[in-house]
């Protein structure tokens, strides 16, 4: 796993931890945004993780979590 990758799953640790501490409310709305807009990519590129070989469920799953990160890895794969 890359430093990318490790930091994003770092920073939506910190999310949670907000969300379920409730420090603050804007972090909130900023991690709500954050997943519409890795949804909204999820939906622009669906054709090309329909036609990974990663599977469509796992495939939202890295979009939802990495987003751009698993795009790339995935026109990567293409080449």
Known sequence: MNKEKIFTLFL????AANYFLGFSM???Y?????????????VVFFKKIKDSNDGLIYGLFQTLIFG???????EKKEN
């Open 12 to 15: 939506w640790a910190v999310l």
């Open 26 to 28: 804007w972090i909130n």
């Open 30 to 42: 900023f991690a709500a945004l954050l997943l519409g807009i890795h949804a909204i990519e999820f």
């Open 68 to 74: 751009v990160l698993y795009i790339g890895a995935l």
